[in-house]
Structure formats: structure tokens, C-alpha cells
């Protein structure tokens, strides 16, 4: 297990820029997780805190106060049972392509956090605070907790239980499609 890991670790190293890059050529075979860059997530001047947390997959780093919105941002740890339940439901967010999604993996190992994306299939852009800074910045102790930043940089956070594709979609309406 942990040699794939570090397989697939290696795969996605060089993955995430914190400026617009050209696509990686396709491979060959694909892994079944592959964490998608962090390109053209940071530029606007949302209310977050002044810090730079690491791409998952390597190179630069996000500063997190330029992150813009809309944005859904979910702060996740192998070893929180809610959010092992609500990811799933984030890549779908991401995949329906209603609203980016960037994921947090706080206070994990690298190598837990990595299973638990291939495992979940993982997939949206996530970034990699080993620490906790972000969340602590924040002033948010507890997971699950979701970040919604909307057009104008505002920022509301959600933490309580899992959070399931209808109630994710009514925070989305609420929170960034009816505030524009």
C-alpha cells in the first residue's frame, strides 16, 4: 500500500502551479486517482487568512487569502468519518462543474490522506495543510467544515455534519449562486 502510494505520489508531483501552466501530456494509463492542478484558483481578495499552504501534488504554493470565488472550499482528514462520508459528494459538486471545488487535506499524513482520496476517488484540486494553519487561522476547530466564497470575496463557513448532495447543492444556491 505504501509503495503505491508513493507511486501515485510521484505521478502527481509537478501536477499543481499556483499560476496558469499548459497541461501535462495524457498518460499513458491513468491511476484512479490523480488530484487535478491548482491552477486559477488564486488571484481575487477574498476575506482569508495572509498564509501559503502547498499544492497536494507539488509545486507552488497557494496563497490562500488571493483564493476568488465562487468557490467551494472542504477542509478534509482521513481520519474524520464525516468527511469520508461528504467527500463524494464534493467530487460530484466538481464534477458537475456548477462551482469549482478545492479540497484541504488538514492536520493528516500525506500517505493517509492520498489513500483516502484513491480509495474515494478524489479527483478536485486539494491542497495539503499537514498542520491545521488554515483552519486555525480561520479560527475553525472542528472538522467536517466547508468555506463558501462568493463573486464579491465574501466568506461564509459551514461546519456541522456530513454534508450530502442536496445539502451541499441548497449551501451552493444560498451561498454563491443567489449572491451574485
Not at 469549482?100 to 500525506?110: C, I, L, S, W, Y
Not at 466547508?146 to 444556491?173: C, M, N, Q, W
Amino acid at each position: 500500500m505504501r509503495a503505491a502510494a508513493s507511486i501515485l505520489l510521484a505521478l502527481l508531483a509537478g501536477a499543481c502551479s499556483a499560476s496558469p501552466a499548459v497541461s501535462p501530456p495524457p498518460q499513458a494509463s491513468p491511476e484512479p486517482t490523480q488530484f487535478a492542478a491548482c491552477t486559477g484558483i488564486d488571484g481575487g481578495a477574498a476575506k482569508l487568512p495572509d498564509l501559503a499552504v502547498p499544492c497536494f501534488s507539488g509545486g507552488q504554493e497557494v496563497k490562500v487569502a488571493r483564493l476568488r470565488g465562487p468557490l467551494v472550499v472542504n477542509f478534509w482528514a482521513s481520519w474524520c468519518a464525516p468527511c469520508r462520508e461528504e467527500l463524494p459528494s464534493f467530487q460530484r459538486l466538481a464534477d458537475s462543474g456548477r462551482v469549482p471545488v478545492v479540497g484541504v487535506a488538514t492536520d493528516d499524513r500525506r500517505e493517509a490522506a492520498l489513500a483516502l482520496a484513491a480509495d474515494l476517488g478524489v479527483r478536485f484540486p486539494t491542497l495539503f495543510d499537514a498542520r491545521g494553519e488554515f483552519r486555525r487561522a480561520r479560527g475553525e476547530a472542528a472538522l467536517p467544515l466547508t468555506l463558501f466564497i462568493d463573486a464579491r470575496g465574501e466568506v461564509t463557513s459551514y461546519a456541522g455534519p456530513a454534508l450530502t448532495d442536496e445539502t451541499l447543492g441548497k449551501l451552493v444556491t444560498q451561498r454563491l449562486v443567489g449572491g451574485q
